[in-house]
C-alpha cells in the first residue's frame, strides 16, 4: 500500500511527482491512493492555487502486469492513464469516459513510467493498482485499440450549429451534412496530420480532444474517425463445397421466377470496382468516390465521381506507406461474386445491377467517408449534395473494432428508407463487436469453409444472423498491377467478406422476383429458418446466426411473397387456464416490461394470439415472449399484475403457461426438482412443453394427452398460486 508523494501527509510531509524527471518509485505489485487537480479546483491545500495536474510513478516490471486506475463512483474530475518506456517515450494510453482506465505492460521487463493525469479540469481522489489483474476499464481506448485517423474528429450539433471554435484548438471544419439528426462534420487538425514522428503523442490529442467536445452542451456527440478494412484473405486450398445450391438448381428457380423482371440495385462499397475488366459482365449504373483524405485515396484526389479502382497496394506509387505490398482490388472480387447471381441474365431477365461507391483506399476506409457512402446509396444527405434514387441493397464487406454514432446512424436511417444492410461478420476469429455488422439495422454475415463448418477466420458471436460460404472453387475477378499499368486478372479468395457478398447476391435475386421485399420482411423470413439450412445448435447460434443461406429456398419464399403469402408469424395461447385480454409482447431485452418499438398484441377470448416474429426495430435473437394482465376465462378472475414467459418458437403453436415461465427465469436442474416435486418429472421433456396446448389437449386429446395435459393444468395451477 503507498501514498501519492505530492499529497501532503502530516507525518512525511510531501513532496512532487509532477514530472517524469521527478517520478516516486513505487513498489510493484502495489495499491496506491492519491490526488490530483487543476489549479483553483478541489480541496484547501497546497496543490489548490498551483494546481496538480500529474502524479507520475516509476516502476520495475516483470512484464505484462495490469495498470487499472480507479476514480471515485462520483469522480468530479476525468482522469486518464499514460505509459512511457525506460527512455521516457510514450507507448500507451487509456483515455475512456468511464470510472476506470486500464493498461497492461509490455511483456518485456524493464523500468516504466505511469502518469495519471486529470483531463480539462476539476479535482479527484483515485486508486491505482499494479499487478496481474483483470484490466476494469472495457470502453477506454489505447494505442493498441486505436485504430482511428490522427487529427481527425467526428462532431454532430443540432441544426442551429452554435459556435465551438474555442474549443477546436488548430481543427478545422473539412465537409460535413445535414440531416434529421442534426449537422455532422468533419473537423481536421493540419498539424497532426502527416506528422508520424508524434504519431501516438498526436492519437492522445485527438482522443483528449473528442472528450473535451463531447462533454460540452453545444455539441450532441464526438467521436475519432474509425478505420475500417476489407474482409478478404488469399485463399490457399482447393474448394469444394455443398453450401451453396448448384448453378442448375438456382437457374431453374431464378427460370420461374424471371417473368417479374424488377430491377435491383446492390451498393457495393469497397475499394472501388476497376470497370475495365473485360469479364464484368454486370452493369454499373452509378459511381462515386467518398474518400476524402488525398493520401488514403491512391488516386491523387478527393470527393469527386470517377470510383474506379487504382490498387490499394504499395504498387500504386500513390499509396506509398499502404500496409500491403500488393493491391487487393477488393471491391472488383466483391462485385464479381455479386454478379454470378446475374449471369444469365440476357435469358433469365433478372437485371442486377451494382452501385460503385469507393470508400476504402490506401490505409482502408474511414468512418466518415463510409458514412458518406451509405448515405449516398440510400438517397439521404451527404457531404457530395447529389440525392440519387436509392439502391435496393448496400454490401459491406469491411469492418473493425469501434463503435461509431456516425456509422450507426447512417445505417439506421438508410434501413428506414427501406434499404437492405448485408455485412462481413470479420476475420479475426473472435466474438468481440466489429462494425459494421454488429449494428441492429444489419444482416451479420459469417463464413462456412469447405466442410460446411465455421471457418476458422470467421468471426461469431451474439451479432451473427446467418451464415454463408466463404469462398469457392470459382475464381473472382481481380486485378495486378504492373508497371503501374492495371491489368485483369482472377483468384480465389476467402473471408467473411465473399460471404456477404453471397447473401447480397441472394437478396438480390430475391428482391427481383418480389419487388415489395423490405428489410422487415428477409428479417423474419432468416429468423424464421425458412430460407437456411439449420447447421450448429438447433435454432439461431452463435457460429451460423440462424443457418446457411439456401438461395433456392429464398427465393423460392421470395415468388410466394409476391404471389401474395404471408410472412411466418408465432401463434400461441397464453394458458393457465385460458387467459383473454393479456398483452402479449416479444421482449427483446428480456426486462418484463414493454418497450417503445417491441411488437405486441393481445390474446384473444381463448388466450390465442399471432404476433410478427421481429419488431419494427430489426433483427432480436433469443426474444421471449411475455404476457402481462389479463382475464382467466373460466373463473373470470382478473389476473392484472400475472406475468407469464417464454421462449420464442416459430415452428408450432407456442404456449405461455408458469412452466415455460420458469424456463425463462431458473436454472434447467432447478426447474427439473420443483417440477419434480410436483409430480412431473420426465413427462413430457422440457423440450416439448413449450409447444403443448394442454387446455386442446385436455379437451380433445387421446387418453395419453389427457394424462399429460392434467399433470400440465395441475402443476401450472400450482405455480400460479405462488406468484
Same mark, same amino acid.
Given at each position: 500500500i503507498a501514498l501519492d508523494s505530492d499529497t501532503y501527509n502530516t507525518g512525511t510531509g510531501s513532496s512532487g511527482n509532477n514530472t517524469l524527471a521527478t517520478a516516486q518509485p513505487i513498489a510493484n505489485p502495489v495499491t496506491l491512493s492519491g490526488y490530483v487537480n487543476t489549479a483553483g479546483e478541489g480541496e484547501a491545500g497546497a496543490s489548490l492555487t498551483s494546481g496538480d495536474e500529474d502524479d507520475i510513478f516509476q516502476i520495475e516490471a516483470l512484464g505484462g502486469e495490469v495498470i487499472n486506475l480507479v476514480m471515485p463512483a462520483s469522480y468530479p474530475a476525468d482522469l486518464d492513464l499514460y505509459l512511457y518506456d525506460s527512455a521516457q517515450n510514450l507507448i500507451d494510453y487509456s483515455i475512456g469516459d468511464s470510472r476506470f482506465e486500464s493498461i497492461q505492460l509490455p511483456a518485456s521487463a524493464g523500468t516504466y513510467y505511469i502518469d495519471v493525469r486529470t483531463h480539462d479540469t476539476g479535482a479527484s481522489t483515485?486508486?491505482?493498482?499494479?499487478?496481474?489483474?483483470?484490466?476494469?476499464?472495457?470502453?477506454?481506448?489505447?494505442?493498441?485499440?486505436?485504430?482511428?485517423?490522427?487529427?481527425?474528429?467526428?462532431?454532430?450539433?443540432?441544426?442551429?450549429?452554435?459556435?465551438?471554435?474555442?474549443?477546436?484548438?488548430?481543427?478545422?471544419?473539412?465537409?460535413?451534412?445535414?440531416?434529421?439528426?442534426?449537422?455532422?462534420?468533419?473537423?481536421?487538425?493540419?498539424?497532426?496530420?502527416?506528422?508520424?514522428?508524434?504519431?501516438?503523442?498526436?492519437?492522445?490529442? +485527438? $482522443?483528449?480532444?473528442?472528450?473535451?467536445?463531447?462533454?460540452?452542451?453545444?455539441?450532441?456527440?464526438?467521436?475519432? !474517425?474509425? #478505420? *475500417?478494412?476489407?474482409?478478404?484473405?488469399?485463399?490457399?486450398?482447393?474448394?469444394?463445397?455443398?453450401?451453396?445450391?448448384?448453378?442448375v438448381a438456382l437457374s431453374a428457380v431464378v427460370n420461374t421466377v424471371a417473368s417479374e423482371n424488377n430491377n435491383v440495385t446492390v451498393a457495393v462499397i469497397d475499394t472501388g470496382i476497376w470497370q475495365s475488366h473485360p469479364d464484368l459482365q454486370i452493369a454499373i449504373t452509378e459511381q462515386y468516390d467518398f474518400i476524402s483524405d488525398a493520401s488514403n485515396a491512391g488516386d491523387g484526389g478527393g470527393i469527386d465521381d470517377v470510383a474506379t479502382d487504382p490498387g490499394d497496394g504499395r504498387d500504386n506509387n500513390q499509396c506509398p506507406n499502404s500496409s500491403s505490398a500488393t493491391s487487393s482490388f477488393h471491391g472488383?472480387?466483391?462485385?464479381?461474386?455479386?454478379?454470378?447471381?446475374?449471369?444469365?441474365?440476357?435469358?433469365?431477365?433478372?437485371?442486377? +445491377? $451494382?452501385?460503385?461507391?469507393?470508400?476504402?483506399?490506401?490505409?482502408?476506409?474511414?468512418?466518415?467517408?463510409?458514412? !458518406?457512402? #451509405? *448515405?449516398?446509396?440510400?438517397?439521404?444527405?451527404?457531404?457530395?449534395?447529389?440525392?440519387?434514387?436509392?439502391?435496393?441493397?448496400?454490401?459491406?464487406?469491411?469492418?473493425?473494432?469501434?463503435?461509431?454514432?456516425?456509422?450507426?446512424?447512417?445505417?439506421?436511417?438508410?434501413?428506414?428508407?427501406?434499404?437492405?444492410?448485408?455485412?462481413?461478420?470479420?476475420?479475426?476469429?473472435?466474438?468481440?463487436?466489429?462494425?459494421?455488422?454488429a449494428y441492429d439495422d444489419v444482416i451479420a454475415v459469417s463464413a462456412t469453409n469447405a466442410q460446411d463448418d465455421l471457418a476458422s477466420y470467421s468471426n461469431f458471436g451474439s451479432a451473427i444472423d446467418i451464415s454463408a460460404p466463404g469462398g469457392d472453387d470459382r475464381a473472382t475477378l481481380s486485378a495486378v498491377i504492373n508497371n503501374a499499368e492495371i491489368l485483369a486478372d482472377s483468384k480465389i479468395y476467402q473471408g467473411t467478406s465473399i460471404a456477404a457478398a453471397h447473401v447480397s447476391g441472394v437478396a438480390a435475386l430475391m428482391k427481383s422476383a418480389h419487388a415489395g421485399l423490405t428489410p422487415y420482411d428477409l428479417d423474419t423470413l432468416i429468423i424464421s429458418g425458412e430460407i437456411s439450412h439449420d447447421f450448429g445448435s438447433s435454432g439461431r447460434d452463435d457460429?451460423?446466426?440462424?443457418?446457411?443461406?439456401?438461395?433456392?429456398?429464398?427465393?423460392?419464399?421470395?415468388?410466394?411473397?409476391?404471389?401474395?403469402?404471408?410472412?411466418?408469424?408465432?401463434?400461441?395461447?397464453?394458458?393457465?387456464?385460458?387467459?383473454?385480454?393479456?398483452?402479449?409482447?416479444?421482449?427483446?431485452?428480456?426486462?418484463?416490461?414493454?418497450?417503445?418499438?417491441?411488437?405486441?398484441?393481445?390474446?384473444?377470448?381463448?388466450?390465442?394470439?399471432?404476433?410478427?416474429?421481429?419488431?419494427?426495430?430489426?433483427?432480436?435473437d433469443n426474444s421471449i415472449i411475455v404476457s402481462v394482465g389479463g382475464t382467466d376465462t373460466v373463473t373470470g378472475i382478473a389476473l392484472d399484475n400475472l406475468v407469464l414467459a417464454g421462449f420464442a418458437q416459430e415452428d408450432d403453436l407456442f404456449a405461455i403457461t408458469p412452466i415455460t415461465t420458469l424456463l425463462t427465469t431458473a436454472d434447467t436442474e432447478d426447474i427439473a426438482a420443483l417440477l419434480n416435486g410436483f409430480g412431473l418429472a420426465g413427462s413430457p421433456s422440457f423440450e416439448n412443453i413449450a409447444s403443448i396446448d394442454p387446455w386442446d389437449w385436455f379437451e380433445n386429446g387421446d387418453q395419453d394427452q389427457i394424462d399429460t395435459a392434467d399433470d400440465l393444468l395441475r402443476t401450472n395451477q400450482q405455480l400460479l398460486n405462488l406468484m
Amino acid at each position: 500500500i503507498a501514498l501519492d508523494s505530492d499529497t501532503y501527509n502530516t507525518g512525511t510531509g510531501s513532496s512532487g511527482n509532477n514530472t517524469l524527471a521527478t517520478a516516486q518509485p513505487i513498489a510493484n505489485p502495489v495499491t496506491l491512493s492519491g490526488y490530483v487537480n487543476t489549479a483553483g479546483e478541489g480541496e484547501a491545500g497546497a496543490s489548490l492555487t498551483s494546481g496538480d495536474e500529474d502524479d507520475i510513478f516509476q516502476i520495475e516490471a516483470l512484464g505484462g502486469e495490469v495498470i487499472n486506475l480507479v476514480m471515485p463512483a462520483s469522480y468530479p474530475a476525468d482522469l486518464d492513464l499514460y505509459l512511457y518506456d525506460s527512455a521516457q517515450n510514450l507507448i500507451d494510453y487509456s483515455i475512456g469516459d468511464s470510472r476506470f482506465e486500464s493498461i497492461q505492460l509490455p511483456a518485456s521487463a524493464g523500468t516504466y513510467y505511469i502518469d495519471v493525469r486529470t483531463h480539462d479540469t476539476g479535482a479527484s481522489t483515485y486508486d491505482l493498482t499494479i499487478g496481474h489483474n483483470q484490466p476494469l476499464s472495457t470502453t477506454a481506448l489505447s494505442a493498441a485499440q486505436s485504430t482511428f485517423v490522427i487529427g481527425h474528429l467526428i462532431v454532430q450539433q443540432a441544426s442551429d450549429e452554435p459556435d465551438i471554435s474555442d474549443l477546436l484548438d488548430g481543427f478545422v471544419a473539412s465537409q460535413q451534412w445535414r440531416s434529421s439528426s442534426g449537422v455532422t462534420s468533419l473537423y481536421t487538425n493540419a498539424n497532426m496530420l502527416g506528422d508520424a514522428s508524434s504519431g501516438l503523442a498526436h492519437q492522445a490529442s +485527438t $482522443l483528449r480532444m473528442v472528450k473535451t467536445i463531447t462533454n460540452d452542451s453545444r455539441v450532441i456527440y464526438a467521436e475519432p !474517425n474509425f #478505420i *475500417r478494412q476489407h474482409m478478404a484473405n488469399p485463399f490457399m486450398d482447393q474448394w469444394h463445397s455443398n453450401g451453396l445450391n448448384s448453378p442448375v438448381a438456382l437457374s431453374a428457380v431464378v427460370n420461374t421466377v424471371a417473368s417479374e423482371n424488377n430491377n435491383v440495385t446492390v451498393a457495393v462499397i469497397d475499394t472501388g470496382i476497376w470497370q475495365s475488366h473485360p469479364d464484368l459482365q454486370i452493369a454499373i449504373t452509378e459511381q462515386y468516390d467518398f474518400i476524402s483524405d488525398a493520401s488514403n485515396a491512391g488516386d491523387g484526389g478527393g470527393i469527386d465521381d470517377v470510383a474506379t479502382d487504382p490498387g490499394d497496394g504499395r504498387d500504386n506509387n500513390q499509396c506509398p506507406n499502404s500496409s500491403s505490398a500488393t493491391s487487393s482490388f477488393h471491391g472488383t472480387q466483391i462485385a464479381s461474386v455479386i454478379g454470378r447471381y446475374d449471369e444469365g441474365a440476357s435469358t433469365n431477365s433478372l437485371p442486377i +445491377t $451494382l452501385m460503385n461507391l469507393r470508400a476504402l483506399g490506401c490505409y482502408g476506409g474511414y468512418d466518415f467517408d463510409i458514412a !458518406n457512402a #451509405i *448515405r449516398y446509396a440510400a438517397g439521404l444527405e451527404n457531404s457530395a449534395n447529389k440525392i440519387i434514387e436509392p439502391a435496393d441493397i448496400i454490401n459491406l464487406s469491411l469492418g473493425a473494432a469501434g463503435y461509431s454514432t456516425t456509422l450507426q446512424q447512417a445505417i439506421a436511417q438508410a434501413r428506414h428508407n427501406d434499404v437492405i444492410i448485408i455485412a462481413a461478420a470479420g476475420n479475426e476469429a473472435s466474438a468481440d463487436a466489429y462494425y459494421p455488422a454488429a449494428y441492429d439495422d444489419v444482416i451479420a454475415v459469417s463464413a462456412t469453409n469447405a466442410q460446411d463448418d465455421l471457418a476458422s477466420y470467421s468471426n461469431f458471436g451474439s451479432a451473427i444472423d446467418i451464415s454463408a460460404p466463404g469462398g469457392d472453387d470459382r475464381a473472382t475477378l481481380s486485378a495486378v498491377i504492373n508497371n503501374a499499368e492495371i491489368l485483369a486478372d482472377s483468384k480465389i479468395y476467402q473471408g467473411t467478406s465473399i460471404a456477404a457478398a453471397h447473401v447480397s447476391g441472394v437478396a438480390a435475386l430475391m428482391k427481383s422476383a418480389h419487388a415489395g421485399l423490405t428489410p422487415y420482411d428477409l428479417d423474419t423470413l432468416i429468423i424464421s429458418g425458412e430460407i437456411s439450412h439449420d447447421f450448429g445448435s438447433s435454432g439461431r447460434d452463435d457460429n451460423f446466426g440462424y443457418g446457411l443461406i439456401d438461395e433456392v429456398s429464398a427465393l423460392d419464399w421470395a415468388k410466394e411473397l409476391a404471389g401474395g403469402k404471408p410472412l411466418p408469424t408465432i401463434t400461441g395461447r397464453v394458458i393457465s387456464n385460458p387467459i383473454a385480454g393479456s398483452d402479449v409482447f416479444i421482449d427483446a431485452d428480456k426486462n418484463f416490461i414493454q418497450d417503445e418499438g417491441e411488437t405486441a398484441t393481445t390474446s384473444n377470448k381463448d388466450g390465442f394470439f399471432t404476433l410478427d416474429i421481429v419488431d419494427e426495430d430489426g433483427l432480436e435473437d433469443n426474444s421471449i415472449i411475455v404476457s402481462v394482465g389479463g382475464t382467466d376465462t373460466v373463473t373470470g378472475i382478473a389476473l392484472d399484475n400475472l406475468v407469464l414467459a417464454g421462449f420464442a418458437q416459430e415452428d408450432d403453436l407456442f404456449a405461455i403457461t408458469p412452466i415455460t415461465t420458469l424456463l425463462t427465469t431458473a436454472d434447467t436442474e432447478d426447474i427439473a426438482a420443483l417440477l419434480n416435486g410436483f409430480g412431473l418429472a420426465g413427462s413430457p421433456s422440457f423440450e416439448n412443453i413449450a409447444s403443448i396446448d394442454p387446455w386442446d389437449w385436455f379437451e380433445n386429446g387421446d387418453q395419453d394427452q389427457i394424462d399429460t395435459a392434467d399433470d400440465l393444468l395441475r402443476t401450472n395451477q400450482q405455480l400460479l398460486n405462488l406468484m
